[in-house]
């Protein structure tokens, strides 16, 4: 897709991460070559969205050490996030129910193009600017398997209206716009059918078959994919309070990633016509 071809190796060793009750997971450890499908498999409450966060830079590590591509965690997070994406991550990444699929769209659009270009990027022509605009959101449709004509409202269509795993489709094409080498999507089979699990797979599996290193969370791994559990080397696996020390982490991930982009969408947002 565009300017990056190619996913990222990704190798940890010994992550862990601990939080105001304990730890939330720790041991985890895998190597994931480029293009893989990694599963990041068990039960919610178990730690999975901080050990997605963590591997797209979005969370500090407590222990252990991960290599994504040339970039290494934890110290070089903000260069992890430069290849990574997430899509579907709950208080992270959701999509607002009263915005139409399109102006997601434009939003996303306006974002990349506001702050995830060079300098030399954006003194390019405006109509050479658009254009590109146009060819990232048409190739992240394409790749999300999500054709708008199918849609009750075309691009008008409200989030609000979107079944779900047409908005699963939305929020990973609005990923894709920024073309990551990494890929990270959370709750990857919520709610859904088994035969909307097995597309959501098939999915996933194309993008990393296209070169996209994918991290995915699940309740259950899927067959073919490179199976990790945060379960393995926890402390007290039954502890009731591993749920709430994940919540507590995302809560804090969250307010740290408002503090940090929260001018640079006010911006995107007003030349959308949001308040």
Known sequence: ??????????????????GPRGWVFRGVSFDAERGSLVAIEGPSGTGRTCLLLALTGRMKLTEGVAAVG???????MSAVRRVSGLAHVPGVTEL???????????????????FGVSLRGLLRPRS?????????????????????????????????DL???????LSVALALVGRPLLLGVDDTDLKLSDGEREEVWALLRSLAEAGTTVVAVCAEAPEGALRVSTQEGRADESDPAAEDTENAENAEHTANTDADQGEEKADALTETGRS
């Open 96 to 114: 607002d129910p009263a915005l139409t699929v399109g102006e997601h769209l434009k939003e996303r659009a306006l974002l990349q193009r506001r």
């Open 1 to 18: 897709m565009g300017e990056r071809v190619g996913g990222v190796r990704v190798a940890a060793e010994g992550l862990g991460i601990k």
């Open 128 to 160: 050479e600017r658009a254009a590109e605009a146009r060819l990232r959101i048409d190739e992240a449709l394409a790749a999300a398997g999500l054709d708008l004509e199918t849609l009750p409202k075309g691009r008008r269509t409200a989030v609000r």
């Open 163 to 169: 079944e779900r795993l047409e908005a699963l489709r």
């Open 70 to 76: 040339e970039a290494r965690l934890p110290k070089q």
